[in-house]
């Protein structure tokens, strides 16, 4: 009987650990999610930009 008590007590401290252990992994891939979302964002705002840059130079050289 003891020995069945030890061998329960080991396979919940297994359990426990290994999902302590996924969980903080995938927390940490829910923040990388977001930085990546944040730099998507930032690669739009540089491309509208760029895309003004070149319509500005454009209507530059029309006129002239």
């Known amino acids: 009987m003891t020995k069945l008590l030890s061998m329960i ?11 302590a252990f996924a969980a903080s992994h995938a927390g940490a891939q829910d923040k990388m999610e977001k930085k990546g979302d944040k730099m998507e964002k930032k690669a739009d705002k540089m491309e509208k930009k760029a895309d003004k840059m070149e319509k500005k130079d454009e209507k530059k050289g029309d006129k002239k």
């Open 9 to 19: 007590v080991a396979a919940m401290f297994a359990a426990v650990s290994l999902s």
